[in-house]
């Protein structure tokens, strides 16, 4: 039987940390994901400036730069998408992100120290596809959160407030158009959109309280939540 000190320099193997969350990948991630050891496909970006929440810090502030992070298992259920819950296993174990190989939840010193450094990020992975590579540097300036933080600010306060609206919408418009084209045009696997474009305008603007009303393809801001 282990002594009470064992038991806490060894991981148990709960699965505590993976329902979590999945990490965030960093530089020396970057030939897992370029060998598809871990696939494009389960990824998401929180974009540049996106309001997010520090699991550090513990409070919610724009992302200094792209946060790529494995999915979750499903829509409401953060728990990382390669964590086997049934065996509690790793579906990667081998390859498995950094951030999972220095994690100890009895010490987080070493977690804390690297966990904003060196992120990876969509350019990184893009460089060798520059077609997608300026798709989504485009998506990005004319969708970029800085921009979308201003044009909520000015509706709250109620300054310029129509082309404010016109001005968000629009950009609301645009990417649900992008999404839609990539598939349509491309070909495009539906399950890349969110590494490569982030979660849906339509669906973050919530976070800076704007309230919107969607009829069909056609979206409308209708008030402050």
């Known amino acids: 039987m282990e002594d009470s000190a064992t038991q806490k320099i060894q991981c148990r193997r709960c699965g505590t940390c993976c329902a979590k969350g999945g990490p965030a990948l960093h530089r020396a991630d970057r030939e897992a994901v370029d060998s598809g050891k871990i696939p494009l496909k389960c990824l998401f970006t929180i974009r540049q400036s996106e309001p997010a929440y520090d699991n550090i810090r513990r409070a919610i502030a724009p992302a200094a730069s792209d946060i790529i992070?494995?999915?979750?298992?499903?829509?409401?259920?953060?728990?990382?998408?390669?964590?086997?819950?049934?065996?509690?296993?790793?579906?990667?174990?081998?390859?498995?992100?950094?951030?999972?190989?220095?994690?100890?939840?009895?010490?987080?010193?070493?977690?804390?120290?690297?966990?904003?450094?060196?992120?990876?990020?969509?350019?990184?992975?893009?460089a060798r596809l520059p077609g997608l590579n300026d798709l989504v540097t485009e998506h990005q300036e004319r969708c970029g959160y800085e921009q979308v933080a201003q044009w909520?600010?000015?509706?709250?306060?109620?300054?310029?407030?129509?082309p404010a609206?016109?001005?968000?919408?629009?950009?609301?418009?645009?990417?649900?158009?992008?999404?839609?084209?990539?598939?349509?045009?491309?070909?495009?696997?539906?399950?890349?959109?969110?590494?490569?474009?982030?979660?849906?305008?339509?669906?973050?603007?919530?976070?800076?309280?704007?309230?919107?009303?969607?009829?069909?393809?056609?979206?409308?801001?209708?008030?402050?939540?």
Not at 80 to 109: K, M, N, S
Not at 152 to 162: F, M, N, T, V
Request: overall charge neutral.
């Open 69 to 126: 992070k494995i999915k979750g298992a499903a829509e409401n259920d953060a728990t990382c998408i390669f964590l086997d819950q049934e065996r509690v296993g790793c579906g990667i174990y081998e390859a498995r992100p950094v951030e999972c190989r220095v994690l100890t939840c009895w010490d987080t010193r070493a977690i804390m120290a690297m966990y904003d450094q060196e992120r990876l990020t969509r350019a990184d992975l893009l």
């Open 152 to 162: 909520a600010e000015r509706i709250k306060q109620g300054q310029d407030k129509e």
């Open 165 to 225: 609206v016109e001005a968000l919408l629009h950009a609301i418009r645009y990417d649900q158009s992008l999404r839609q084209v990539a598939i349509e045009r491309t070909h495009l696997d539906p399950r890349l959109l969110e590494f490569l474009f982030g979660r849906a305008l339509s669906i973050t603007i919530r976070m800076y309280g704007i309230k919107l009303a969607k009829k069909g393809d056609q979206v409308t801001i209708v008030g402050m939540l």
